[in-house]
């Protein structure tokens, strides 16, 4: 390969119009490939006790969910909560809602679930099997919470959808509340949010956890999650759900996701106090402070570093508008899409670089982009000793996702300044 010809086939961002036609891929394969929307849903379901998971798809589809859940205590092992209707060629042609009703028959049978979610794969959506009917009409024979999920791979080229559907079709179960001093948390995927200095600052300013959803919740928390005042959405793949609580509970919701500036930090925290009807804590205005001395001290230090953006906890384009405002310059970013919500962040990243833009790429071809760009910093994941080769760093940032709120900033700015001390030494060493 090219590094030369692959970057030629890359938009910058300033050249981006429609990011589903502009942004490329630097090969046909991906790494570590797509992952099926059903993973997500898996993933989330894991998180609400006594919920099952009730697949219908092909045997593959059935074996490999099946792999990944006996392997996981959330799960119960062999004989827990996820189970399968395997569909064969008959159903294939006639249909398999009928043998799904009869599945979930035997399912109430032997376990008693508190609710069920019915994921639905590719060949069933292809079918065209109404299975948000089936879903309804096993909720009112059995009186217990019957969700449809639809997770086909095929309008999709990642995971995150099932996460997004399943934590949206959780909202059926929920039920209107007495009101109470308490926020849910919606859209936690890494870490433990009672680990995060936003739940601290919570806790110390007597505000109350209703529900973590999907986090370690039960069906009864969900069910009960409407009596909070405020739902904030720690990412973006809980806004479905927050928009329909907002509309049907009146609860307003704020994102709150994985911020590295102090002033999108400060923001966020200043819109949840307001809502909350709740003085805005000294404690934040000296965390703030504490960031912004990072930031100046962090300058000097980091102007003029190269890097290239890959898979990190943080919010893409977010990050990368920090990240130059520290005087740093990107010059290859991998992103899954852009939005309006971004503008503001793609204004700041224009005034200081206009770097190439791709989708999250196999890193077989990123050999040859760091030949021909020589950035100084890697984030994301890669191995650091074929970096290191290169004279590349690699910014390791995986811990933040236990962290929201100011501690993200100073996390990130000091992996920022040992990985470029790291960069240091390595080209010292290929030089000698």
Avoid at 296 to 315: H, W
Avoid at 379 to 406: P, W
């Amino acid at each position: 390969m090219n590094g030369k010809e692959l970057l030629q086939r890359l938009k910058t961002l300033s050249q981006i119009e429609d990011p589903k036609k502009d942004i490329h891929s630097l090969t046909f394969a991906q790494f570590p490939g797509t992952h099926c929307p059903l993973m997500g849903a898996a993933m989330a379901i894991r998180g609400i006790k006594n919920a099952w998971m009730m697949i219908v798809g092909t045997d593959e589809c059935a074996y490999y969910t099946k792999h990944m859940t006996i392997h996981s205590d959330d799960w119960g092992g062999l004989q827990g909560r996820c189970v399968s209707v395997v569909i064969d060629q008959h159903d294939i042609t006639f249909g398999c809602a009928k043998k799904t009703e009869q599945a979930f028959d035997e399912l109430m049978r032997e376990c008693k679930p508190d609710a069920v979610y019915i994921v639905t794969t590719c060949v069933p959506e292809i079918i065209g099997d109404d299975f948000d009917s089936v879903a309804y009409s096993l909720q009112e024979k059995y009186n217990i919470p019957v969700m449809a999920v639809h997770t086909e791979h095929f309008k999709c080229n990642n995971h995150l959808p099932g996460i997004e559907r399943t934590l949206t079709a959780s909202f059926s179960m929920m039920e209107m509340c007495e009101k109470k001093n308490s926020v849910n948390i919606i859209g936690q995927r890494m870490g433990n949010f009672s680990d995060t200095e936003v739940y601290r600052v919570l806790k110390n300013a007597n505000i109350d956890i209703s529900a973590m959803i999907p986090s370690g919740i039960t069906v009864d928390e969900i069910k009960h999650a409407p009596q909070a005042r405020v739902n904030i959405v720690v990412h973006e793949l809980g806004l479905a759900l927050a928009k329909k609580m907002q509309s049907t509970f009146n609860i307003p919701y704020i994102l709150f996701d994985k911020f590295t500036h102090p002033d999108r930090i400060e923001q966020a925290y200043k819109t949840l106090f307001e809502f909350l009807q709740v003085d805005y804590p000294d404690e934040l205005v000296k965390l703030k402070d504490r960031a912004i001395v990072a930031m100046t001290e962090a300058k000097d230090m980091l102007q003029g570093v190269s890097f290239i953006y890959g898979n990190t906890p943080f919010r893409c384009l977010e990050s990368n508008s920090f990240m130059c405002e520290l005087g740093m310059i990107p010059q290859l970013i991998q992103c899954h899409t852009i939005t309006e919500d971004d503008n503001e962040d793609i204004h700041i990243i224009l005034k200081h670089a206009d770097p190439y833009i791709t989708q999250p790429a196999n890193i077989a071809p990123l050999q040859y982009i760091y030949d021909e760009l020589k950035p100084t910093l890697y984030l994301g994941h890669e191995y650091a000793m074929r970096l290191r080769k290169k004279g590349i760093a690699i910014v390791h940032t995986d811990r933040a996702g236990s962290m929201l709120g100011f501690e993200v900033t100073n996390f990130f700015i000091q992996q920022l300044i040992v990985s470029y001390q790291e960069a240091m030494n390595i080209q010292k060493e290929l030089s000698a």
